[in-house]
């Protein structure tokens, strides 16, 4: 593939890697927000995600109305409210430690799928690019993990979790010609089913002042821009190189952590940059 034909593919894959840089800081922004329950912060950020993505439109002039396929709605709405639905009672029902292991296997998972049925050469590098971002990423989540029988419900649930994302995000790409724009719809959709789970399942709490900033920054951040940032990346991007690169976002949002006070920095933490670096760096190999 010549440079001029690699361009926006390239382009495509950095706007997607925005999305990975936003996740990482939602593991701080949630611990500074406080004791808000998960399907009450999926809910209302959501639905800021949502609206800012309506505003961004209505504010570029684009008043056209959107035609967005039936498979599109259900792919990305499963995707995005399933992915969080399945995530949160993983962590209901089982260490947090466990639960990240077992769920951050999307990005290996999404290298594999985009070989198979993405449409994408997966060469060596590629596999070994993920091998050694998935162990970066074990580093940086901790050790001391013990998988027990007890919690084996949930630790399907984060294997569910995790498949569902990868497929989302492979499956994507066959909606390649619904623009972007179209997440705003789909961010309203999954505030709207988060509503009835969370009066079902959740008591609500009323953020203070502190609270709604960190609401609001998660909406404009990583619950907001970054959806379709990834939107566009697993479009139009390099399915695989996307993979790999999506184990920085653990150790990022570690690193976040750290700055925050939050945790220690450490060799372990150091090791687990340089092993994910390491796998990004072998998986880019020949690209421009």
């Not at 999506?246 to 372990?268: D, E, K, M, N, Q």
């Amino acid at each position: 593939m010549s440079s001029t034909a690699r361009a926006p593919t390239t382009r495509a894959t950095a706007i997607g890697t925005v999305a990975v840089a936003l996740w990482s800081s939602l593991a701080v922004l949630t611990v500074l927000a406080g004791a808000i329950p998960p399907l009450q912060t999926v809910a209302m950020t959501f639905a800021i995600g949502g609206l800012v993505g309506v505003i961004a439109r209505r504010a570029a002039g684009r008043r056209d109305p959107l035609v967005v396929p039936p498979g599109a709605w259900v792919l990305s709405v499963a995707g995005l409210f399933g992915y969080h639905a399945l995530y949160f009672a993983a962590f209901a029902l089982a260490p947090a430690v466990e639960v990240n292991l077992v769920n951050y296997l999307w990005p290996l998972l999404i290298v594999l799928l985009a070989g198979l049925v993405g449409g994408q050469r997966l060469g060596a590098r590629h596999i070994a690019g993920a091998c050694l971002g998935l162990a970066g990423s074990a580093l940086a989540i901790g050790a001391g993990a013990g998988f027990a029988a007890e919690h084996l419900a949930g630790y399907l649930c984060a294997l569910a979790a995790a498949f569902t994302w990868a497929i989302y995000s492979v499956l994507n790409r066959r909606f390649g010609a619904v623009p972007s724009d179209a997440v705003a719809g789909f961010c309203l959709a999954t505030a709207a089913l988060a509503v009835p789970a969370h009066l079902l399942f959740e008591t609500s709490v009323m953020p203070d002042a502190r609270g709604f900033a960190l609401i609001l920054a998660m909406g404009l951040g990583p619950v907001g821009l970054a959806f379709y940032a990834w939107d566009h990346g697993t479009k139009h991007g390099d399915l695989r190189l996307l993979g790999v690169l999506s184990y920085l976002t653990p150790v990022l949002s570690t690193l976040w952590l750290v700055l925050a006070g939050r945790a220690p920095f450490g060799i372990t933490l150091a090791l687990a940059c340089t092993l994910v670096t390491v796998g990004a760096v072998l998986a880019s190999r020949g690209r421009s």
